[in-house]
């Protein structure tokens, strides 16, 4: 399993957030065609079923683990929630649950914001908002922190996913 994301910077401003519950990216959006690219592989990964979120917005799609004997319980929002990915008008934004170290580079390289109960030292930090990717590129890189989230709730290595 890697042990680190490695990012590249995320080029331009930041999108404008909310910074009370529920935590939602404002503005950057990215289009339909790439936030549907997005769900479709996120719900397609091993093991992982897309359910209604425990903890996020109505519309909010889980990935959710169900059958993972050896589950890395800090991984995980509300049962067996990993990520989620947030509907219209908060279109492909998630928050996703990482590492420490990742979730530290997340808000470092500009590709995301820790979550407002983070922030309000509610939750440890890894809990964090991943902005909606902007086009083909940017999928990549959301693909890549979904992947590390995904590794870090299982235990297992997605290299060719």
């Known amino acids: 399993m ?3 994301l ?3 910077q995320r080029m331009g ?3 404008r957030t909310t910074h009370g519950l529920p935590h939602a990216q404002i503005t950057q959006h990215g289009p339909d065609r790439v936030i549907d690219q997005l769900r479709q592989w996120a719900f397609g990964l091993p093991g992982v079923e897309n359910q209604p ?3 996020s917005v109505p519309g909010a799609r889980a990935m959710v683990i169900h059958d993972c004997a050896g589950c890395n319980q800090d991984a ?3 049962g ?3 990520a989620h990915i947030h509907p219209h008008p908060d279109n492909g934004s998630m928050h996703v ?3 420490r170290e ?3 580079e997340v808000v470092e390289k500009g590709w995301g914001e820790h979550h407002t109960l983070v922030l309000e030292n509610l939750r440890p930090i890894g809990l964090v908002m991943v902005f909606s990717p902007r086009d083909e590129a940017e999928l990549e890189t959301a693909k890549d922190v979904i992947r590390r989230s995904y590794e870090y709730a299982t235990g297992t290595s997605l290299l060719a996913a």
């Open 2 to 4: 890697r042990r680190t």
């Open 6 to 8: 490695s990012l590249p």
């Open 13 to 15: 401003p930041q999108p």
């Open 53 to 55: 979120s425990l903890v």
């Open 76 to 78: 995980f929002m509300a």
């Open 80 to 82: 067996r929630e990993f």
């Open 97 to 99: 649950q990482l590492p």
């Open 102 to 104: 990742d979730a530290l």
